[in-house]
């Protein structure tokens, strides 16, 4: 048998799968080069255009001695310091009943205007109906009662009587000792008597005690305003105090809407320049384009120490049936006339207020700073700022007025930034 030539040895024949062909090798290299290439220029454009965009930006007009930004109001009447805060009324109050028990009738619903003393609400009043007659019984069961007593007392009176002058006409009639026994009679009726007036008077006491728990069934406004929320439906248990369940703890809730007033939060760094009956604007949140006229009816005497607050508290002079509690509201505390209305020089303060939108003022690297446009760039200015109140915050140092500030549209700012004016005077 011969043996197998060359030609027939398979175990030679094997792929080499570690090294790829030149032809691969040399297009991944050149792909790879390429996209470093493409990268490369797009990031280089990316940075050209970003140089070069123009960025839509919100500004403001640096005012000395205005408030920026107000609508509305009093025209020349310049702004001392702005608040935030809620209308609330002074007269309010969550209406319960004095005793428990299950509400049987509901006569008002949200809005709806009540008197002094109208009856809002009756809870049932079977059981104290009940107790009312019971009183009532056991008063004119007290009644008869007394005049037994008072009859007993007065037949004893007379015996005794009858008995002493007997005995002062012959003393072998009557002895003493009868006499003393008719006399502890008398006594004793008439102690009769006084507990019989004394179950009287506690029995007329339980009476008026039963009928004023009756009244009670019957909730009554307490003053006259407005029905703002009804707290509780017919057929729930209601109770002067809630005790949890199903229990409710007010009928209704209501208001004098005649005595609504704002109630801000002044930062206490600005209080010293607030008086009473200074003047003051407001404006509603719900109606930015109104102002209503007002003034400082009280700065409550204590601050809140978290906070570093006072709150003031502003009375409404223009009367709008727009305005409703809860609603919020921004006011404006107005300069004192003699400021406003050519006072001497001295009494004018040497450096006018420069106020602005609080987000107008960043801080970087410790300090405040403002940005101005100049040219279609920006460009930072270090102010010294003092808190904000309102949304506001005052430029003690660093603008003297007339500038155009960065107020918004853009979230990292930085020098040479071209922008445009988005708001455009």
């Known amino acids: 048998m011969t043996a197998p030539t060359p030609l027939h040895d398979l175990s030679k024949l094997r792929i080499d799968r570690d090294t790829p062909p030149p032809g691969v090798r040399r297009a991944v290299v050149r792909n790879a080069i390429f996209a470093a290439i493409v990268f490369g220029l797009a990031g280089a454009a990316y940075l050209v255009l970003r140089a070069r965009a123009v960025v839509p930006v919100e500004t403001i007009v640096v005012t000395a001695s205005t408030d920026p930004g107000t609508r509305g109001g009093t025209p020349g009447a310049a702004t001392s310091v702005t608040a935030n805060g809620y209308v609330v009324a002074r007269t309010r109050a969550a209406v319960s009943s004095k005793v428990p028990g299950r509400l049987a009738y509901l006569g008002v619903s949200e809005g709806s205007y009540v008197n002094n003393g109208d009856v809002i609400a009756r809870l049932e009043n079977g059981d104290y109906e009940a107790q009312v007659a019971e009183a009532t019984a056991n008063l004119e069961s007290s009644r008869a009662q007394l005049v037994e007593a008072q009859a007993d007392r007065d037949q004893q ?58 009244a009670n069934t019957e909730i009554r406004a307490p003053f006259t305003g407005t029905v703002l929320r009804k707290e509780a439906e017919v057929g729930e248990v209601v109770a002067p105090s809630v005790g949890g369940g ?19 939060d002044v930062n206490e760094a600005y209080i010293a320049r607030l008086r009473s009956a200074q003047r003051a604007r407001i404006t509603l949140d719900a109606y930015p384009d109104t102002s ?22 502003v ?73 904000v109140s309102g949304g506001f915050r005052e430029i ?30």
Do not use: Y
Request: proline share 5%; aromatic share 2%; hydrophobic share 45%.
């Open 157 to 214: 009176e007379r015996d005794a009587s009858r008995l002493r002058g007997i005995r002062r006409q012959n003393v072998q009639l009557v002895s003493q000792q009868e006499v003393d026994a008719a006399e502890t009679r008398v006594a004793t009726a008439d102690a009769r008597l006084r507990a019989a007036q004394a179950r009287i008077t506690a029995g007329e006491a339980a009476l008026r005690f039963a009928k004023v728990n009756l």
């Open 292 to 313: 209503f006229a007002g003034h400082v009816r009280q700065v409550v005497p204590t601050a809140d120490r978290q906070r570093a607050t006072v709150q003031v508290k």
């Open 315 to 387: 009375a409404i002079d223009d009367r709008d049936t727009r305005i409703l509690p809860e609603m919020g509201a921004r006011v404006d505390f107005l300069e004192p006339e003699a400021r406003l209305a050519g006072a001497p020089a001295a009494a004018v303060p040497a450096a006018p207020r420069i106020r602005v939108p609080a987000a107008a003022v960043r801080e970087v690297n410790g300090q405040s700073t403002v940005w101005l446009v100049r040219d279609g760039q920006l460009v930072s200015r270090v102010v010294q700022a003092g808190p």
């Open 396 to 425: 003690r140092s660093g603008l003297a007025g007339g500038e155009l500030l960065l107020s918004g549209g853009v979230d990292a700012p930085r020098d040479g930034l071209r922008v445009r004016l988005a708001n455009p005077k």
């Open 246 to 264: 199903l229990t409710r703890g007010a009928v209704v809730t209501m208001a004098d809407l005649k005595s609504l007033e704002v109630e801000v």
